[in-house]
């Protein structure tokens, strides 16, 4: 069923008033009258709607009933991955929308080659929330993911520390696992810290560690940069329950 | 460390024997007399090795100790990936293989876009088994995961039904999930098998579940034909307590 966003405020009432660019899309789907649809409040409810049939507009749109989001995971786990080369960083944010991310933090590493800031970084932000918006309509999300960054390593690591179950994927951490980490609580949210091409080095490993992250292997094999997030998200998902039970 | 895999034939009293291609990647990596380099017998041992003094042509390597190579997982797990559009297997191929897949096998299934066979589909092979190669290396992985085609979905079936615990990801699947079907017992060897874009039609489900396939769901969320694999194998992997304990 075709999907869109639209923000929560734009719901009342009854009715949901899309932006022109909805309209235009749903001209190019081709959604005639009667035909029922998807609008999303970006916050985790679904509506099931139909064209107005009294708008020759187009832009009002009948809410027929609401649920939540089925495409929401119950914990809330945001990824913070360190900058990448080339293209690898549109991939971590595409398949960890489709995988339930909530959110997605770009972040520089002693080790990252490709560090962009002012207009070049923010040029890739916004290709990177487009991408997450893509990747949330496809996959049926409630919410659209938002991409961002963090201007240093230890204001990434601030940030990701203050979750539940902070995890640090550390390639030299040869004891302790995810599935270990993830069963010692309930998480209701989550984060999955990832290092660039090479890793972490041992001075950051040290501060994120004196942080309150956990460090945690995800096994003998090394994983790219831009697999590693990927694979600790959807075994974060399946030990929670949210990669079909 | 650097990392070459060789013929398991090629490796006999105290010395593996190098090809030529190898002789000459080791002169790329600039590796010289006395450094030490690892060899894998294609078959899970790592042989520890250094250049033999005695030969200038460097086609010959002395064997300095050997241990079952780290990277390889418990589990025996096959990826059956439905045929799909562009390089998107290409993707597949590369995560898979740092997964840890055992062996990768490309199907037709019913909503496949893309059929390749005869010379298209062999040349496709070649590129998929180099990709393998590629990432098995850098990796770390102690075989390189052969990737191979069925000729129709009932010869994929009957492939992946053999295994302990054969899954077939299903989107229409809503009671049984993945972490029961991998508690379920003990997998020596599991086969996850994934549909194309638009996912398996219901009379390739009826085959695959008669065949004793079992349907297991993702979870709620729609994940692209290429993101559905690898998070199942990064699943499969964390559940057995390959993906870091």
Not at 13 to 33: F, K, N, P
Not at 79 to 97: E, I, L, P, R, W
Not at 135 to 155: P, T
Request: glycine fraction near 8%; charged fraction near 20%.
């Amino acid at each position: 069923m075709p999907r869109f966003f639209i923000a929560a405020s734009n719901i009342f009432g009854g009715t949901a008033y899309l932006s022109a660019q909805d309209v235009e899309h749903m001209r190019v789907l081709r959604i005639r009258r009667g035909e029922i649809f998807t609008v999303c409040d970006s916050n985790g409810t679904d509506y099931t709607c139909r064209i107005n049939e009294n708008d020759p507009t187009g832009t009002t749109v009948q809410i027929i009933s609401s649920a939540p989001s089925a495409g929401e995971p119950s914990v809330r786990c945001t990824v913070y991955a360190a900058f990448s080369k080339g293209d690898k960083m549109d991939t971590v944010v595409q398949k960890c929308v489709e995988l339930g991310a909530y959110d997605i933090v770009a972040f520089p590493s002693a080790r990252c080659v490709s560090r962009p800031d002012g207009g070049a970084l923010l040029k890739k932000l916004n290709r990177w929330q487009r991408i997450a918006e893509e990747a949330a309509k496809q996959s049926g999300r409630g919410i659209i993911s938002k991409v961002s960054s963090a201007n240093s390593f230890a204001e990434a690591v601030n940030r990701a520390s203050s979750a539940d179950i902070p995890l640090f994927l550390y390639e030299n951490e040869h004891q302790n696992g995810l599935r270990q980490a993830i069963s010692d609580g309930t998480a209701h949210t989550v984060s999955v810290m990832t290092g660039p091409e090479g890793g972490f080095d041992d001075d950051e490993a040290a501060f994120a560690i004196s942080a309150g992250m956990r460090p945690v292997s995800l096994g003998t094999r090394i994983l790219r940069c831009e697999t590693a997030p990927v694979a600790a998200l959807a075994a974060v998902m399946c030990l929670t329950g949210n990669l079909g039970g």
